[in-house]
């Protein structure tokens, strides 16, 4: 009778490892405490990592992945359950040829830019990526993500897949779910307003506004900076201009780029970054890409004042083979599999009858 308990309990916290450091960068803890971040130490889900507009930081996670954060970041490991392994070796994560048991990674960037290495999930596994605009869902194995905000406070978003498999949910459009093949990224631009992700300080001219949100994912405000809307407003400003949804390749820039990251600000091995590299030389050049646009242009309106923008919950995931609409929910997901093996596991092995 105690099985299913002990197979509850196995969803723990997982790792997070600091790798490369360069530049300054800050770790701060549940409890709002900073400290520098520096290589080795070793944190879980509930921390933020900042880095400034000089510096990179390269977290490792105890399921394999690899996150870089790049210059003027600041994201939250908002969610890191899995379930243990004898495969999982501190300081050894990024040696892990695939994922070594199910986890829920839910990585939450308030603004900046992200490129991450996945080695291949669990099929129980999930592994998002949220940002105030839009929610990519990583299956692998090499993405980018990046969110935004101009002078002006028009915004933009985009989510890449340099290999692998990932799937990209704008924020306020009825688009649905987008697959972002190898060599592809969503780039969505025209997001009038600073939206914003608990936990966040956004600035609007000679106003602060913090976000006092306690869940991302399920309501989020929206702090408008658009005339007339009875919020702030940036003085001489125009009419934000019409959002887009846009499917275009990667240029040679933009994979040039993520090689260089991978090669100088990680400590994995340098086939990656070669692979990648591989893939710019032959990329079309920034003024050849041609985008698609997805669902035509929508007019920035903008949310009323006092309105709450709900970004988009997790969609069926058909990669997973399930449906899943919540973190707590994936957690049980997880948990309920480790339940149905222990119990399997316990049952006696049937023998012929009077044998």
């Known amino acids: 009778m105690l099985f299913p308990f002990v197979a509850s309990a196995a969803l723990q916290n997982g790792k997070v490892e600091v790798g490369v450091v360069k530049g300054t960068a800050a770790l701060i803890d549940p409890q709002a405490k900073t400290t520098p971040l520096s290589k080795g130490i ?33 994201l939250e490991v908002r969610t890191f359950k899995q379930v243990p392994s004898e495969l999982i070796v501190e300081g050894q994560y990024q ?31 999930s592994y998002t990526i949220k940002t105030p605009a839009g929610v990519a869902r990583i299956r692998g194995t090499i993405y980018t993500v990046e969110y935004v905000v101009d002078s ?14 990932v799937e990209a949910t704008v924020s306020n459009t009825t688009n649905g779910p987008i ?22 300080n956004i600035q609007s001219g000679n ?17 408008p900076i658009i005339p007339g809307s009875g919020t702030t407003t940036l003085a001489g400003s125009t009419p934000p201009p019409p959002m887009t949804v846009a499917l275009l390749d990667m240029d040679s820039s933009q994979l040039a780029q993520v090689a260089t990251s991978l090669a100088n600000a990680t400590s994995l091995p340098v086939t990656f970054a070669n692979d990648v590299k591989d893939m710019a030389k032959v990329a079309p050049s920034p003024g050849q890409v041609v985008p698609t646009t997805i669902g035509g242009s929508v007019p920035n309106q903008g949310p009323a004042a006092g309105n709450v923008v709900t970004p988009p919950s997790p969609a069926p995931n058909t ?6 609409s919540t973190t707590t929910q994936l957690m049980q997901q997880v948990s309920d599999v480790v339940n149905n093996a222990v119990q399997k596991q316990q049952q006696p092995d049937p023998s012929p009858s009077g044998g």
């Open 179 to 200: 697959p972002v093949l190898p060599g592809k990224t969503v780039s969505v631009s025209g997001l009038s307003g600073v939206l914003t992700l608990a936990g966040s």
């Open 319 to 324: 990669s997973t083979g399930g449906s899943t």
């Open 42 to 74: 070793v944190f879980q889900e509930g921390y933020k990592v900042e880095t400034s507009a000089e510096s990179t930081a390269e977290l490792i996670l105890s399921n394999g992945s690899t996150l870089i954060v790049n210059p003027d970041t600041s």
């Open 152 to 165: 002006n406070g028009v915004g933009s978003l985009s989510i890449g897949c340099v290999r692998g498999s």
């Open 207 to 223: 106003t602060t506004t913090t976000n006092q949100v306690p869940t991302p994912g399920v309501n989020v405000p929206n702090i």
């Open 95 to 125: 040696k892990l040829d695939k994922e070594p048991s199910p986890s829920v990674t839910e990585i939450l960037v308030f603004h900046g830019k992200v490129i991450g290495e996945v080695r291949k999930l669990n099929p129980q596994s």
